[in-house]
């Protein structure tokens, strides 16, 4: 799995908060993702928030509405309470310590023209 590196910031629109889990933005690994690239199918059918790309974790909430948002995928993060981790990591975003999400992806094939990118 590879990580993607770019603009991904929290904002709060009324109650929700909303996250652009990606965009154009040059990452500072000198990378940029098109939006277009983005396969959702399979991240849409479980679209858990996992706590530092951590898979061998329980997650600590889900990704709401997931959708295009002009040039960035956009999201609302939507914390359980079931675990101490899920509650501390909300926290930290609703008090703003944490203010970013960071994506995982594995490409569908490495270098061609057009190659779709699966969010994990």
Known sequence: MKK?????????????MVAIATDETIDRHGES???????????????????AHDYYSP??????????????????????????MAREVKRMFEEGIMNCFSVGFLPHSEGKSGEK????
């Open 4 to 16: 993607f590196l770019g603009k991904a910031f929290i904002e709060k629109r009324g109650e929700k």
């Open 33 to 51: 993702l098109p939006i277009d690239a983005w396969d959702l199918k399979n991240f849409k059918k479980n679209p858990v928030l996992q706590w």
């Open 59 to 84: 997650p600590v909430g889900i990704a709401k509405n997931i959708r295009r948002e002009g040039e960035a995928i956009v999201f609302e993060p939507v914390f359980h309470d079931i675990t101490q």
């Open 117 to 120: 990118i699966r969010l994990e």
